[in-house]
């Protein structure tokens, strides 16, 4: 009966995962929504089956004489298909350069060095020898 109970939670973990991964696709688009790209649904049965041709979530170019255009195909979430210039493409990678440069300052900013802050008050850091909650945290009091 105990094994049976924990069945049920399989499918909820599974469906979260689906999710996030579905959000952050969805936060991409978005970005690119803002970069200029232009939103075409896969709404008649031609449009469809040439989306479904298309390599999902990934950038493609498209070169015609002088004119560069870039496409990004998402079947599973909006169904269509995103058309920018090489202008919106560009936007959207220095959006993601700026991105990454916000977080990457925001965690260098989290880093907390102060050569008066004793850490050793705390215990022990990282997974080495004496790690844990204490002296013999783990050991001959704990049953072995």
Not at 6 to 12: E, M
Not at 44 to 62: D, G, K, N, S, Y
Request: hydrophobic residues 35%; charged residues 20%; glycine residues 12%.
């Amino acid at each position: 009966m105990k094994r049976s109970r924990y069945w049920l939670f399989l499918p909820v973990l599974a469906v979260s995962g689906c999710m996030s991964a579905q959000q952050e696709i969805m936060q991409k688009e978005d970005h690119l929504a803002a970069a200029g790209f232009i939103l075409k649904p896969a709404n008649t049965p031609e449009r469809a089956a040439m989306l479904t041709r298309l390599p999902a979530h990934r950038f493609l170019r498209r070169d015609k004489g002088d004119l560069v255009t870039y496409v990004y195909a998402d079947p599973t979430v909006c169904d269509c298909l995103y058309v920018g210039s090489q202008q919106a493409y560009a936007t959207y990678r220095a959006n993601q350069q700026a991105q990454y440069l916000a977080d990457e300052n925001r965690m260098t900013a989290e880093s907390y060095e102060d050569s008066s802050w004793n850490w050793g008050m705390w215990g022990p850091w990282g997974g080495g020898p004496g790690y844990g909650y204490g002296p013999g945290w783990w050991g001959p009091g704990m049953g072995w």
